[in-house]
């Protein structure tokens, strides 16, 4: 069964630096149309951060644009979320999300990066 599995969240403190990554097992980073990360803070709906597609194409989120950076390993099988100039805002839980086909997503279980002023 293809599982996500984050590693990686913590505590920081606002204007720090924290990476997050996911490693999928059964199948391989490269094998996925899309990959990227998401996030969801208590009491709010879940929002894209970063994408990054097969081809190396990223996107970012306004907020995340400018101090996030989303990359994958395929070799090392997992895709990373490195964030600087964190701040309050950007505590939430963080989900690994894997887009197989347009009818095969996976999710990872999240987590958690708190960001403490």
């Known amino acids: 069964q293809v599982q996500l599995l984050e590693f990686g969240g913590g505590l920081q403190y606002t204007g720090g630096f924290l990476t997050v990554t996911c490693s999928a097992s059964f199948k391989k980073i490269s094998e996925f149309v899309v990959m990227g990360w998401y996030r969801q803070a208590a009491g709010k709906q879940r929002e894209m951060v970063a994408v990054?597609?097969?081809?190396?194409?990223?996107t970012y989120s306004a907020s995340a644009k400018g101090r996030f950076t989303i990359s994958k390993d395929n070799a090392k099988n997992v895709v990373s979320l490195q964030m600087a100039s964190l701040k309050p805002e950007d505590t939430a839980t963080y989900y690994c999300?894997?887009?197989?086909?347009?009818?095969?997503?996976?999710w990872g279980q999240g987590t958690q990066v708190t960001v403490s002023s």
């Open positions: 990054i597609s097969s081809d190396g194409t990223t």
């Open positions: 999300y894997g887009k197989f086909t347009n009818i095969e997503e996976y």
